[in-house]
């Protein structure tokens, strides 16, 4: 009759049961089991909070750079120019971007004037890097034209220039003001080259997210940078955006095609790809590592367990004389040690789901009692620790722990399962 008995039946989960709420002194949970409760939950915890901040710190940075960098930049190849000299210039830009804006994928083209100047201003400067832009186009720069933050109108950006909020603290301005650029490659002269120096109305402020973005960056008005750059007729390059930047390699082909001329492509991936693949081996270490310390938690399960055995020695040796066979011995300890890693995977889970939810109050508050300076947005590139929970991450982590602790309690159960009851009771 016994073996014809279901696995985990309902006597097999009150006999767990029984065990897991006794008293120690009645031979019931150790503190062991305790600590290892505790353990597998600050595990979990710690590998569902790194992979939250690991999948939230990926996505804004990517969504950084795709939300206020082309896609794709089309550079020209030096050749040499009317004068002779070599120019790295386009000069039938208008035309180069609406072939380029037909290929199937492609959302937009501007074509842009780049250069790097110094900008001056209450007496103080900068180094910055100046986009010379139309004014339809920067408005399909996502970040730009909806940052986090802005000061000013967009709208009034023909009459002035637009700049990043970090270059407005460091210069002291804000919309209305007046800001030099300096440029060193200005008009030549008998006594050498004279910079370049212009003054512009401050129309526009933003917050793109990114520090080296908000801490570098000035749009000007297209034709005023051509002024400015001494790119009459021309332009510098052509940024694009496409409608699906992950298969940007898979459109170079018809990218270069549409230029007609010999041209040079940068995607964003060549520019971020090497950081991106630092993230991903960061990322598999960090998960590594923190399953190490899942498993060293389940490891506490066996002490926990194996305690539970020993104390229990009489009533094992007492249910196998009554017919209880091993296979039901077994299950009512697996009963025990899971329940521990259930009961820990799902504290870990919730911890680390309302560390990923709450993250910003939490990063407040140590950065409060830290006095400041936890974060560093010059290293890291951007103003605060994200968090993004993904699901899959979630499961894959529950996943772990639970298998880990299913797999250590088969041990010291099937311990308990073969012990003799006839030994177990011989002092008893």
């Known amino acids: 009759m016994a073996n014809r008995t279901r696995p985990f039946a309902a006597f097999e989960w009150m006999i767990a049961w029984r065990y897991l709420r006794a008293r120690r002194a009645e031979g019931g949970v150790s503190v062991m089991t305790w600590i290892s409760l505790i353990g597998i939950t600050?595990?979990?915890f710690a590998l569902v909070a790194t992979l939250a901040v690991r999948s939230g710190y990926r996505a804004q940075f990517v969504d950084t750079i795709l939300g206020a960098n082309a896609h794709v930049a089309?550079?020209?190849v030096v050749h040499e120019g009317p004068e002779g000299r070599l120019v790295r210039e386009i000069t039938d830009y208008e035309a180069m971007a609406r072939r380029i804006a037909k290929v199937p994928g492609v959302t937009s083209t501007s074509p842009l004037i780049y250069g790097q100047v110094m900008a001056a201003a209450n007496g103080r400067n900068t180094g910055v890097q100046v986009y010379g832009i139309h004014f339809d186009d920067l408005k399909k720069i996502p970040l730009i034209d909806h940052p986090q933050k802005h000061m000013g109108d967009l709208a009034n950006f023909p009459k002035g220039i637009a700049i990043g909020s970090g270059i407005a603290q460091d210069l002291g301005l804000v919309p209305g003001d007046t800001v030099k650029l300096i440029s060193p490659e200005g008009a030549k002269t008998p006594f050498g080259v004279t910079p370049r120096v212009n003054a512009y109305k401050v129309?526009?402020?933003?917050t793109a997210g990114r520090y080296d973005i908000d801490q570098t960056r000035i749009y000007m008005p297209f034709k005023m940078a051509q002024d400015f750059f001494n790119r009459d007729g021309v332009a510098d390059q052509i940024e694009v955006m496409v409608k699906h930047p992950e298969q940007v390699a898979q459109m170079e082909p018809a990218i270069r095609k549409a230029?007609?001329?010999?041209?040079q492509l940068w995607t964003w991936k060549d520019s971020s790809g090497a950081f991106l693949k630092a993230l991903t081996v960061e990322d598999n270490v960090m998960f590594v590592i923190l399953s190490i310390l899942v498993l060293i938690a389940s490891m506490n399960i066996v002490s926990g367990l194996i305690m539970l055995?020993?104390?229990?020695g009489r009533d094992i040796g007492i249910l196998r004389t009554m017919g209880l066979t091993e296979g039901s011995v077994l299950r009512v300890f697996f009963i025990c040690g899971a329940s521990t890693g259930i009961a820990g995977t799902a504290l870990g889970v919730i911890l680390g789901c309302l560390f990923a939810i709450y993250i910003n109050p939490i990063f407040s508050l140590v950065n409060y009692v830290a006095g400041g300076g936890v974060w560093n947005p010059e290293i890291y590139g951007?103003?605060?620790?994200?968090?993004k929970l993904e699901w899959p991450d979630v499961v894959k982590a529950a996943s772990l722990s639970l298998s880990l602790s299913f797999i250590i309690t088969i041990f010291p159960a099937r311990r308990a399962a073969r012990m003799n009851p006839v030994e177990a009771l011989r002092y008893e």
């Open 42 to 44: 600050l595990a979990v």
């Open 74 to 76: 089309v550079f020209p």
């Open 203 to 206: 129309e526009y402020i933003f």
């Open 382 to 387: 951007l103003y605060q620790l994200p968090a």
């Open 259 to 263: 230029a007609v001329e010999p041209v």
């Open 309 to 312: 055995v020993k104390n229990k």
